[in-house]
T-cell receptor, first 113, second 112 residues
Framework: SAVISQKPSRDICQRGTSLTIQCQVDSQVTMMFWYRQQPGQSLTLIATANQGSEATYESGFVIDKFPISRPNLTFSTLTVSNMSPEDSSIYLC???FGEGTQYFGPGTRLLVL | EDQVTQSPEALRLQEGESSSLNCSYTVSGLRGLFWYRQDPGKGPEFLFTLYSAGEEKEKERLKATLTKKESFLHITAPKPEDSATYLCAVQSSSGSARQLTFGSGTQLTVLP
């Protein structure tokens, strides 16, 4: 498995602003994923971020709104741009270890006013 | 399109009262089925991976089983600390995508 940390753990932001969320892993991993969990709902994949290539976004998510960086094998960032109250969610990063198993970070709780 | 349906949505048990959670899935080739536990305000915690029908895995009071259409998470003699939301997810073997498709979860409450 892996130890995964996220910063910030929570934030309150004003609409129209942007927030960058960091995900740090204690070992090198090829595949990292970003998920969103809206209040009372399950996890929805935003994008897959592999080091050395552009992130792959799921239907309904676009790079202009959720730009992702993956500068090395232990780190990634997700930016939530031009935020609105509908962006209030928990944002989670995960990494894949072993045969398909993903391990999750503690999440970033975002509230947009 | 991969789909995962979990039932029941919520389950309340008395301490020691065994029960099962259900995860029904449709996927174009199953690479793996995953169970997670999620406590309020935290990220999902990995429990089990199942790869093929007939496979079973156990961890303390939890046992996960898999058929070609569904998976069960059996909880034997649960304790209050087992209270959490249990999530099921599948990964398809078609194409190169590695993402997980999650169900909506079962919120388990174990009363002392």
């Amino acid at each position: 498995s892996a130890v995964i940390s996220q910063k910030p753990s929570r934030d309150i932001c004003q609409r129209g602003t942007s927030l960058t969320i960091q995900c740090q892993v204690d070992s090198q991993v090829t595949m990292m994923f970003w998920y969103r969990q809206q209040p009372g709902q399950s996890l929805t994949l935003i994008a897959t971020a592999n080091q050395g290539s552009e992130a792959t976004y799921e239907s309904g998510f676009v790079i202009d709104k959720f730009p992702i960086s993956r500068p090395n094998l232990t780190f990634s960032t997700l930016t939530v741009s031009n935020m609105s109250p509908e962006d209030s969610s928990i944002y989670l990063c995960s990494v894949e270890f072993g045969e398909g198993t993903q391990y999750f970070g503690p999440g970033t709780r975002l509230l947009v006013l | 399109e991969d789909q995962v349906t979990q039932s029941p949505e919520a389950l309340r048990l008395q301490e020691g009262e065994s029960s099962s959670l259900n995860c029904s899935y449709t996927v174009s080739g199953l690479r793996g089925l995953f169970w997670y536990r999620q406590d309020p305000g935290k990220g999902p915690e990995f429990l089990f991976t199942l790869y093929s029908a007939g496979e079973e895995k156990e961890k303390e009071r939890l046992k996960a089983t898999l058929t070609k259409k569904e998976s069960f998470l059996h909880i034997t003699a649960p304790k209050p600390e087992d209270s959490a939301t249990y999530l099921c997810a599948v990964q398809s073997s078609s194409g190169s995508a590695r993402q997980l498709t999650f169900g909506s979860g079962t919120q388990l409450t174990v009363l002392p």
